[in-house]
């Protein structure tokens, strides 16, 4: 409010000692400026509330780090995991080729014998 106080008799002023057109040019180049800035200001300070790339408190850069190592830790234990089930299956598969063909016990053929 102070600022159209100001301007007021500023412009009485240069009315009264009839600048030059060239004069009127410069300040009317000099107020279209700022008047593009304070709207592209207040467009800013509009859409900073809306964007993503705010900066982060502390608490918050701790939980995110927090979960991701949460996230890393629980897939190294799967991965861990698919390592010791797929060694016990290659362990477990000789087994199951040995009893489907009878080769661990001497009974399997003599069972086969008797059977037909």
Partial sequence: METMHEIIPFAKEMLAQKPSRRMLKVYLVGTVVAFLGMVLGLVETVCQSFSSGE???????????????ALETEERRRHEEVATVSAAEQITIPRKLQQATGAHRGTGAANRLHAS
């Avoid at 900066?55 to 190592?69: C, F, G, K, N």
């Fill in 55 to 69: 900066p982060l408190d502390a608490e918050l850069v701790q939980l995110m780090a927090l979960e991701q190592r």
